[in-house]
């Protein structure tokens, strides 16, 4: 038994709290993190500032040493298991009191592709972002993609490949866009192991990301820069 079974986190004060919770997203303990959230809640702090304090805030640090190589991909699953926990108990209150997203993403793996690992990562970072994330799941057809910036009117269009026979498949989803006239609407960033900068600027998308880490900053750059440019005109 160590000290650390002992500690009672309703007796921590908030700031201690939030640092426990920090501790705990990066050791993957859902309940712990669910529990922090509620007696939170409890003491009247706002759903938003839970989110970006405590979740986002922990979830920073989980990212960094992804990035870093301190942490692999089963601990940072974990991670962010424990995130969604949270999130699960935040989400409607977050909607009820009209927080504000970050920005909105829809996320697949394309058509021939059924990898999924780095995509639900990918999906499972942006949300510990703030991101909105709509995972449309694997083997997407240009048709999937299309319906869903439709009827979801994202900022961020995100397709993942794993395979070198399925990459090209990325060039027909944003060459359909183009020929609709609509692929300047949306920031396009792809990833999967097989992919390089080379080819994301070669298929025409805004950007290639190397992992989720990389991926939520970029998406991060990417939002900052929409709205600038909208505070501008």
């Known amino acids: 038994m160590s000290d650390e079974e002992d500690i009672i986190l309703a007796d921590l004060p908030d700031d201690e709290l939030v640092q426990q919770m920090f501790d705990d997203l990066y050791d993957g303990l859902k309940e712990e993190i669910e529990e922090a959230v509620h007696i939170l809640l409890g003491r009247d702090w706002e759903p938003y500032r839970i989110l970006t304090e405590a979740l986002v805030g922990g979830m920073t640090i989980v990212g960094h040493d992804f990035r870093d190589g301190i942490l692999f991909v089963p601990e940072v699953l974990l991670a962010a298991n424990a995130m969604k926990g949270g999130m699960f108990i935040l989400k409607p209150l977050l909607a009820e009191t009209g927080a504000p997203q970050v920005g909105k993403m829809v996320i697949g793996t394309v058509k021939g592709d059924i990898h999924d690992i780095g995509k639900n990562l990918v999906g499972m970072m942006m949300e510990g972002a703030g991101f909105e994330v709509i995972d449309l799941g694997i083997n997407n057809a240009v048709e999937a993609y299309l319906e869903a910036i439709e009827n979801e009117k ?12 399925t ?20 920031t396009i960033l792809v990833g999967g192991a097989p992919l390089n900068e080379e080819f994301g600027k070669a298929i025409g998308a805004d950007a290639y990301c190397r992992d989720a880490a990389v991926a939520v900053e970029t998406a991060k750059t990417f939002m900052a820069r929409k709205h600038n440019q909208q505070a501008a005109h």
């Open 154 to 165: 994202p900022d961020i269009l995100g397709m993942s490949a794993l395979l070198t026979t």
């Open 167 to 186: 990459m090209p498949y990325m060039k027909v989803v944003i060459d359909t866009m183009v020929e609709k006239g609509i692929r300047d609407d949306y």
